[in-house]
């Protein structure tokens, strides 16, 4: 069983500043994947970043970074330099990679953080 | 194009009546994958399907019928829809358990 927890329902950020969404999870999984989806106002889900939770090295995507804490169960995303374009509801997921796990394949997502970017 | 497209954008229906939600990928992705998006809750996983005439439920499957005759299309059916089935349905899929998913634009779906 997996559950993930944003407990952050809205964040700010001024245009071209750092902005951290913070996100928590828990899986029975010994092996597994963390998420995070960007959703902007046109509804599409797109892949922003992730992390294979074997691997100690922090994943980066251009601006994109994350802070994975494995023994914490934390998982946050770091946007760095944002723009207007940023502003959406962001998402974190998990996922187990274990193909005999009740969690193999299946995304498991938090509640969302949505993003404003002030100008 | 190549991609995972759903149909119909969007929708409005009345209590009690079925509706089909329609997914279509070219990819030939095994893994596809059914979730409901309500404010508060993110997305939930409703079914989800790991090849052709294989399904299984996910988190909230009450009320809801799959099917997947062909690799390429997975249909959502709502029986006898329900208020609280209002939402918006996002279908997903990827080449195997552990790959990305990809997602559809989605449907917004109103009971009234």
């Known amino acids: 069983a997996q559950t993930v927890t944003q407990s952050q329902p809205e964040m700010s950020v001024q245009e071209a500043e750092t902005v951290t969404l913070s996100c928590t999870y828990d899986?029975?999984?010994?092996?597994?994947?963390l998420f995070w989806y960007k959703q902007p106002p046109s509804r599409q889900m797109i892949l922003v970043i992730r992390q294979e939770a074997y691997k100690q090295q922090n994943a980066t995507e251009n601006r994109f970074s994350v802070n994975f804490q494995k023994a914490a169960k934390s998982f946050s995303l770091k946007i760095s330099d944002s723009q207007l374009g940023d502003a959406a509801m962001y998402f974190c997921a998990s996922r187990g990679s274990n193909a005999g796990g009740t969690s193999y394949g299946k995304l498991t997502f938090g509640q969302g953080t949505i993003l404003t970017v002030h100008p | 194009d190549a991609g995972i497209t759903q149909s119909p954008r969007y929708k409005i229906t009345e209590t009690g009546r079925q509706v089909t939600l329609m997914c279509h990928q070219t990819w030939s992705h095994s893994y596809m994958f059914w979730y409901r998006q309500d404010l508060g809750h993110g997305l939930r996983l409703i079914y989800y399907s790991a090849a052709a005439d294989i399904t299984d439920k996910g988190e909230v499957p009450d009320g809801y019928v799959v099917s997947r005759s062909k690799t390429e299309n997975f249909p959502l059916t709502l029986e006898s829809a329900t208020r609280s089935q209002t939402s918006v349905y996002f279908c997903a899929s990827s080449d195997s358990g552990y790959q990305p998913q990809h997602f559809g634009d989605g449907t917004r779906l109103s009971i009234l």
């Open positions: 899986t029975s999984e010994s092996d597994y994947y």
